[in-house]
């Protein structure tokens, strides 16, 4: 009788524990956006970009103007859909905003309708966010180690101005671009 008492003792305790396991090994909680995953918000809508490149390394001096249709993928990356026109014609892109929180830094790849690929990461201090990358141009085949920088002002929620630089092999950053951007 003693036995038997034990063993049903034992039944709860037998029953429970799959139960416990299956617990234990649970779905993982999905991410949550954080605030620097908000700030991504900033660059959905439409915007209209124009900006004066400078003569130099990179070709002849031109005006290029563009439009932007940017939206959310979830909470975690803003899609970028540009379509432009420039002196040599027009072109398409798409780009992807997110933050790496690994890393403490966002990222910014872009796949351009040419055959170009680019990747840039990006600090954010107030309102200003600076973006490096390696120089994106497909017209040279040299040697120097060429590096793009681009420094994005916010000047209101609508509106925003950037700089672009470059630097060849770690030499000083010339202005090569100066433009706006307005959110329509």
């Known amino acids: 009788m003693?036995?038997?008492?034990?063993?049903?003792?034992?039944?709860?305790?037998?029953?429970?524990?799959?139960?416990s396991i299956l617990a234990a090994q649970a779905e993982p909680q999905t991410p949550k956006p954080g605030p620097e995953h908000q700030r991504l918000h900033y660059f959905v809508g439409n915007w209209?970009?124009?900006?004066?490149?400078?003569?130099?390394?990179?070709?002849?001096?031109?005006?290029?103007?563009?439009?932007?249709?940017?939206?959310?993928?979830?909470?975690?990356?803003?899609?970028?859909?540009?379509?432009?026109?420039?002196?040599?014609?027009s072109g398409r892109e798409i780009g992807f905003l997110g933050y790496d929180p690994e890393q403490k830094v966002y990222t910014y790849d872009v796949f351009?309708?040419?055959?170009?690929?680019?990747?840039?990461?990006?600090?954010?201090?107030?309102?200003?966010?600076?973006?490096?990358a390696p120089a994106l141009d497909t017209c040279?085949?040299?040697g120097d180690k060429e590096k793009e920088r681009f420094t994005l002002k916010e000047v209101s929620p609508t509106s925003y101005t950037f700089i672009g630089e470059l630097s060849v092999d770690g030499g000083p950053w010339t202005t090569i671009e100066e433009g706006k951007a307005t959110k329509k």
């Open 2 to 19: 003693k036995r038997a008492l034990t063993l049903l003792a034992l039944i709860p305790a037998l029953l429970l524990t799959p139960a």
């Open 48 to 89: 209209q970009i124009a900006w004066e490149t400078k003569p130099g390394p990179m070709g002849p001096g031109r005006t290029v103007t563009v439009t932007d249709h940017n939206e959310m993928l979830g909470d975690f990356f803003v899609v970028f859909y540009r379509k432009g026109r420039g002196p040599t014609g």
């Open 112 to 132: 351009i309708d040419d055959g170009s690929v680019g990747r840039a990461t990006a600090t954010i201090s107030g309102d200003t966010w600076i973006l490096l």
């Open 140 to 142: 040279r085949q040299g």
